[in-house]
Structure formats: structure tokens, C-alpha cells
């Protein structure tokens, strides 16, 4: 596409703390080096019906401690199709704009890698989701923030489960993923995490319960993933009121909770340098790779690996947390 003048920024898929922290990074970042940015609304629902907004420095002041993101994000069907993303390509050349820069998960770095192999079109993506499921870099835009908010809540219903006497199941986000649950677990001193990673290896259940967590407890607390994989927290909840009856049992799904509210410090500065890097990236003349971090040291994955490679669950956590919750 020749030399890179004008960059567009979007942000795809479920909305992650930090968004904006990134969108501001980006934003400035691309001015800095002389080049012109584009901002665009509803991701790719916006390159298709054309909300496109010339952005310059005072376009993202203050936005940097907003939760969610000023560029809006949607699901986009037609994105999908080969005619929907000529569409999208003819609006992006209409408006000028030489390479894109995509916050999201797995789903929208795989939108990208599509668009830019169709079109010959410079693609960076950002890491921007609360599950942390994206291979290739240490964290995700959203994961600090969002495992803050479970924690805040744990902290609240253990003050209930302990007055009570009872088991709670608390649903936490993650899809196909157990980071949020078995990190979460951890530091909210849980006594099991039920995730998605090692459901088919064992009964996690039957597990808990031959272990004899609560012999020295008046009340438990479990953190679920939610997946079709584990069922979720009100598949527990069944379960050990039909296998186990003498137990009381009441169950909390977090739910949307998780994804919002302002960014912590963290996710602030992961959002910071992966923008910034992601305009270094783009003035390297690099293309088709997620901006990562590894051992807090820049990296660039390819969209191919980040998208089709299983992120892994570090096996000694669980471990810690077995030790740990006797």
C-alpha cells in the first residue's frame, strides 16, 4: 500500500478496561510521529456504514480513567462475508486510511487477519479482553482490572457465606478460559476453582468435596469459569444440592460486573505501551501481528499464532491454590 500516511483505530468485540487507555495511546502515539488517525465508531459495524472521525490529541484527553471505550464496539455480521468486507475495504480507502489498528479478542484479531490478507491491508492488533485467553503475551488490556473486580466482590460475599454458614459457587467470566476464575480464587483465598482447563481430567466436584474442604471451615466459597465445558455455577449448585444435600448452597454470576469500571493502574500502563508499540510496529513496516508482552519486554506475535494457539494455564497455581485452601 505504499507509504503509511493516515492510521484508523477501532475496538471490536466485549469492551475491556483500558480500551481507552490504548484508543488515547494509538492516537497520540500516530500524531507524534506525523502521521494522521482516524477513529472508528462501533468496530467493523463502522467501517461498512462509514462512522469514521478524523481524531486528534484533545480527541482523547481525559479518557485514559474511562472504563468501556469511546469508540463504541458491536458484533458485525456482515464483517463476516467476503462482500461485507469489500465494503468495508472501499469506505477505508474512501476516507484514506493506509493501516489499521484493532483492539480486541481472539475474535476480532481473526476478523483482521482475514481483512488483511483479502486486501493486502497493514493490520496491528492490541490485546484488549478481561479474559486473558490470547497466546503470545503475558497479560490482556482489561484482565488486572477485571480479576480487581472479582476480588472486590469475593471480599463482600465471604462476609455472607461466613455469617451464613454456606457454600457459595461464584461465576466468573473467561469463556473457554480459567484465568479469571483460578487467579481470582487465589487471591480472594477461595477454597477451589472450577475451570474449563482440567474439567475433563477430573470430577472437580467430587474432588472438593473427597478432600474434605470445610473440615475446618464454617463456609466455602468456589469460584466457576464460566463454559460449556464446567456448566457453570448453577450446574454446581444442582448438583451438590442433589449429591450432597446436607450442604447450603446459594450461588452469585457476576456476570457484565467484570467488564466495566475504570482501569487500574496496570491495565493503564499495559494499554500505554502496547498503543505506543503498535505505532513503532507500524513505522517499522511490520503487519499482521498482535502487539504482546512477554516477561515485560515488547513483542510481536503473529496473528496466526496469537488466534489458533491455546493459551496455557500454569499447572503449579493449582497447586498452590489445593495447598493453600486446607
Known amino acids: 500500500m505504499g507509504t503509511i500516511k493516515c492510521i484508523g483505530i477501532l475496538t471490536s468485540g466485549g469492551d475491556a478496561p483500558g480500551m481507552n487507555a490504548a484508543i488515547r495511546a494509538v492516537t497520540r502515539s500516530a500524531i507524534y510521529n506525523g502521521l494522521q488517525v482516524k477513529g472508528i465508531y462501533r468496530g467493523y459495524k463502522g467501517l461498512l456504514t462509514g462512522e469514521i472521525k478524523e481524531f486528534k490529541s484533545q480527541n482523547v484527553s481525559n479518557i485514559i480513567q474511562l472504563g468501556g471505550t469511546i469508540l463504541k464496539t458491536a458484533r458485525c455480521k456482515e464483517f463476516t462475508t467476503p462482500e461485507g468486507r469489500q465494503i468495508a475495504y472501499d469506505n477505508m480507502k474512501k476516507e484514506g486510511i493506509d493501516a489499521l489498528v484493532i483492539i480486541g479478542g481472539d475474535g476480532s484479531l481473526t476478523g483482521a487477519r482475514i481483512f488483511a490478507q483479502e486486501f493486502d491491508v497493514p493490520c496491528i492488533g492490541l490485546p484488549g479482553t478481561i479474559d486473558n485467553d490470547l497466546f503470545g503475551t503475558d497479560t490482556t488490556i482489561g484482565y488486572d482490572t477485571a480479576l480487581n473486580t472479582i476480588l472486590d466482590a469475593v471480599d463482600k460475599i ?140 515488547i513483542v510481536y506475535v503473529p496473528f496466526t499464532k496469537a488466534i489458533k494457539n491455546d493459551k496455557p494455564i500454569k499447572k503449579e497455581l493449582i497447586n498452590v491454590l489445593r495447598e493453600l485452601s486446607i
Open 158 to 297: 465471604r462476609d455472607t457465606a461466613t455469617s451464613h454458614e454456606r457454600l457459595f459457587f461464584v461465576e466468573v467470566m473467561g469463556r473457554d478460559a480459567g484465568f479469571l476464575a483460578l487467579n481470582g480464587a487465589i487471591a480472594a483465598g477461595a477454597e477451589a476453582a472450577i475451570i474449563p482447563e482440567i474439567s475433563t481430567e477430573v470430577d472437580q466436584l467430587e474432588e472438593l468435596i473427597k478432600n474434605g474442604f470445610r473440615k475446618s471451615k464454617n463456609s466455602s466459597i468456589v469460584l466457576v469459569a464460566e463454559s460449556p465445558i464446567t456448566g457453570g455455577a448453577m450446574h454446581y449448585a444442582e448438583r451438590v444440592k442433589n449429591e450432597y444435600p446436607g450442604y447450603d448452597v446459594r450461588v452469585t454470576i457476576l456476570g457484565h460486573l467484570q467488564r466495566g469500571g475504570s482501569p487500574t493502574a496496570h491495565d493503564r500502563i499495559l494499554a500505554s505501551r502496547l498503543g505506543a508499540a503498535a505505532i513503532d510496529a507500524i513505522m517499522e513496516g511490520q503487519r499482521n501481528v498482535m502487539i504482546g508482552i512477554d516477561h515485560d519486554e
